[in-house]
Structures are given as structure tokens and as C-alpha cells.
């Protein structure tokens, strides 16, 4: 298992991407002394992402809490895939680098407060980038966090009709309203990697680690959604 929360107290694991704007990002306690990573923008766009390479097979599991607490206001609610409104309170992206932009698949998993679960879509940027909703509605009236669990394997094979060919390359966390120029707010916590049939497999070969472009896949992406 592979730990990416926020216990440390600070963001040592994590790098930020600056798009437009910056959501601002504090680590705070709660009522248990654990830490969780609060999020929250205005007409901003900044995202935290940590690289690695996982080997992506049966059982390999990323799991966090979340709690979306400020949803951007769109013109049209109804639609996922929109450029205009590329907005959402919380996504959390599985990134699977490939050698190019256009060959890297992403599976966003996304907080959204008025489609329902289970809604899936291409991105308005590229067919490789999959936004999922997870998660709809407010969260909890008593404040708490929800935990979500996702088998990577199972979740690529059916978003992709294949199984991954390239290793689980990075994890991004997100929270923006730079398209819809009003506000969005979240909080995430105890973001894990596990592998439930035996030992998370980090991939051997150096090669791969250098080929992991989420840097420049994310200034691309952003680039286009720009334009």
C-alpha cells in the first residue's frame, strides 16, 4: 500500500500545476487529528499531481475521501463534456502516460452536483481523457467525508474496452472555476494505492519513469482548453 494523503502536514509528496488563476490549498486537522487537503478556488484553475509508475493489474486499487463543499455555477448543468463550463468542485485524475499527449488515457473521476452517477463522457479536449461522475449531489449534512474506492483495472477495461497497456503514472487532484469564472470548493483525504491481490508493484524499468509526461500532458491539455 502507498499512501499519498496529508498526515505529514505538509505537500512534500505533491507538485503543483498553475493553469489559470491558482486554487488556493491548505492542510487542516480535523475533529480527529488527522489531516485532510482543503481546496478552493475563484475563477482559478491550479491542481496538485504526484508521479509515479504502478503496474496495472487485477486488484490494483486507488481509494481517498472526498467532500465537495462549493459547486461552479454553469449555464448548463445538464451537460458534462462542455469547453465552456470545464469546471467541477472535485475530480481526481488516474493518469496512464503514453509517449505523447495523444497517446496518454486519463479516467477523471469527478463530483458533480447535478448529473447522475454513472454518467460517463469523453473530454471536450480529447476522446483518451474519460470524465467519470462518482458522486452527485451535496455531500453529508452532518459534514463528514464520503470514501470512495476504485479498482483501476476493472474501471480502465470498461471505460477503454482493453486492458491497460501503460502503468498507472500519476494521480492528480483538482478543484476549478476558471472557465465558469465563479467559485468551487472541496476537501480530499487518506488518497491510497493498494493492490488487493498481493503487493502494490511499482514498474522496474527506468525507461518508463522517464517517459512520464503528465507535466506536459496537463500544459497541453490546459493549452487547448485555453483556446
Known amino acids: 500500500m502507498s499512501k499519498l494523503g496529508f498526515d505529514a502536514g505538509d505537500l512534500s509528496r505533491w507538485e503543483e500545476k498553475i493553469f489559470k488563476g491558482r486554487t488556493q490549498y491548505a492542510i487542516l486537522p480535523d475533529a480527529s487529528g488527522s489531516r485532510y487537503l482543503q481546496a478552493a478556488s475563484t475563477a482559478a484553475s491550479s491542481g496538485l499531481y504526484s508521479k509515479f509508475d504502478y503496474d496495472v493489474v487485477p486488484g490494483l486499487k486507488l481509494s481517498w ?15 458534462l463534456a462542455d469547453r465552456g463550463q470545464d469546471d467541477f468542485a472535485a475530480r481526481v485524475y488516474a ?8 497517446k496518454t488515457d486519463v479516467i477523471e473521476y469527478i463530483w458533480d452536483k447535478e448529473l447522475p452517477a ?15 461522475v462518482i458522486r452527485s449531489g451535496p455531500a453529508p449534512s452532518d459534514g463528514s467525508m464520503v470514501m470512495e474506492e476504485r479498482d483501476l483495472y476493472e474501471d480502465y477495461l470498461r471505460i477503454f474496452g482493453q486492458p491497460p497497456k501503460r502503468p498507472f503514472g500519476a494521480l492528480a487532484i483538482m478543484s476549478d472555476s476558471d472557465n465558469t ?29 522517464q517517459g512520464n509526461n503528465f507535466s506536459k500532458d496537463v500544459d497541453r491539455t490546459k493549452g487547448e482548453e485555453g483556446s
Open 65 to 79: 475521501r472526498w467532500r465537495a463543499k462549493i459547486f461552479p455555477i454553469k449555464a448548463r448543468p445538464d451537460k
Open 95 to 102: 493518469i496512464f502516460p503514453g509517449a505523447s499527449f495523444f
Open 118 to 132: 454513472g454518467t460517463l463522457e469523453s473530454s471536450p479536449f480529447s476522446s483518451r481523457v474519460k470524465l467519470y
Open 181 to 209: 469564472g465563479t467559485a468551487s470548493a472541496a476537501d480530499f483525504a487518506d488518497v491510497l494505492i493498494k493492490q488487493s491481490l498481493g503487493t502494490v508493484r511499482l514498474v522496474p524499468s527506468p525507461e518508463k519513469v
